[in-house]
């Protein structure tokens, strides 16, 4: 792989939490393609199938909580990372209604726990914290949610990703201030947030792509709770380039990096459930679903949108791939999978760099 990121990541030891996750999973393969030591820190895979497990990776895995501080600070003290990317979560909106305890345990606590032994570990330079578009205090006035809005969130889920940010802020301004980077610390922390992210190699429930590809694969109709709910969709590609730019920002000392990040697709690319299955059975005609409305349902936000301007204006960085293609490279990997063909998380990584490459793309400098 050709040097990317100002080359930035090479021979740096890389300590990803949340790595046998889908996102994780993939950051995992790319930052070892980009010559990283990567350590991985997670509970064991979540799923059967699984991304990372069909990786095979040849890193190292810790496996453990992330509300285990002192096996967690064992980790950090064997390691001694140059970078922390904080990925482990409860992730799933649903699932909160249900637990939401465990979701602020895990995403609350849970960072608080990465940021405090990051403080107790020298050698850590950089933190990024990874959360969620669903952070915000979300208005659904149709208005794109910018870095400057207050954190919110109406269900547990949500609310504990507006609570994860507090912390990284809070842990931010006492221990790792700007005016003191350099004296006293050496260690820049910012956060990022992402909208939809899709992508071969997920399997988690209540997801809107892979429960399309479930119900293709056995022959069964998926409902679809809200159809017209409108989401920032990209590929899980597009915020790990948004995250590993960060991450190069900081390793390089930029302290106007040490902020929070939005990394979303364009305006165009906003799109409702229903506009997605649409696109989706373009590519997979047996996807069949049921639209299944219910005042039973737990809340959910309506319209979500993300302002990107200020990674475009600050970080150079821009999406890649429209939502066909989005949507075309995901359907086309699992394809591929149920099909017994090689997986195809390296041809999917290699196509989006050259693209990224003919656009001249900052960090493929």
């Known amino acids: 792989m050709p040097p990317l990121f100002a080359d930035q990541y090479r021979n740096k030891t890389v300590l990803l939490t949340g790595h046998t996750g889908f996102k994780g999973s993939w950051l995992a393969y790319w930052l070892h393609q980009l010559g990283a030591t990567v350590i991985g820190y997670s509970l064991p895979a979540p799923t059967d199938p699984s991304h990372w497990q069909l990786l095979g990776l040849p890193i190292v895995g810790e496996i453990g909580t992330i509300n285990d501080q002192q096996r967690l600070l064992s980790v950090f003290a064997a390691h001694q990372p140059d970078i922390v990317i904080h990925m482990a979560a409860q992730a799933l909106v649903r699932y909160s209604y249900r637990n939401p305890l465990e979701t602020i345990e895990t995403n609350v606590l849970g960072t608080a726990n990465v940021l405090e032994c990051t403080r107790q570990t020298p050698s850590v330079r950089a933190v990024v914290v990874v959360t969620s578009d669903k952070c915000y205090e979300n208005p659904e006035d149709g208005r794109p949610l910018t870095e400057a809005d207050r954190m919110g969130g109406y269900d547990p889920y949500s609310m504990s990703k507006g609570a994860a940010e507090l912390v990284t802020n809070s842990y931010r301004n006492s221990f790792f201030s700007l005016?003191?980077?350099?004296?006293?610390?050496?260690?820049?922390?910012?956060?990022?947030?992402?909208?939809?992210?899709?992508?071969?190699?997920?399997?988690?429930?209540?997801?809107?792509?892979?429960?399309?590809?479930?119900?293709?694969?056995?022959?069964?109709?998926?409902?679809?709770?809200?159809p017209e709910a409108v989401r920032p969709w990209q590929h899980v590609l597009e915020p790990l380039s948004g995250y590993l730019v960060v991450g190069q920002r900081l390793l390089m000392g930029d302290t106007a990096a040490a902020t929070g990040w939005n990394f979303g697709p364009p305006p165009d690319d906003i799109l409702p459930v229903r506009a997605v299955v649409e696109l989706a059975k373009t590519r997979w005609s047996a996807i069949g679903i049921d639209e299944v409305t219910s005042a039973n349902n737990p809340h959910e936000a309506q319209l979500l949108r993300l302002d990107i301007t200020k990674a475009h204006q600050q970080l150079g960085w821009y999406p890649v791939w429209d939502m066909r293609t989005t949507i075309e490279r995901t359907i086309d990997w699992y394809k591929a999978y149920y099909d017994n063909e090689p997986l195809r998380t390296e041809a999917d990584l290699n196509a989006y760099i050259q693209q990224a490459q003919a656009a001249n793309l900052l960090w493929t400098r």
């Open 179 to 226: 005016t003191n980077y350099g004296r006293t610390h050496q260690t820049l922390v910012a956060s990022v947030r992402a909208g939809n992210v899709i992508g071969g190699g997920d399997w988690a429930e209540d997801r809107l792509i892979p429960d399309l590809i479930r119900g293709s694969v056995s022959n069964q109709r998926v409902a679809i709770r809200n």
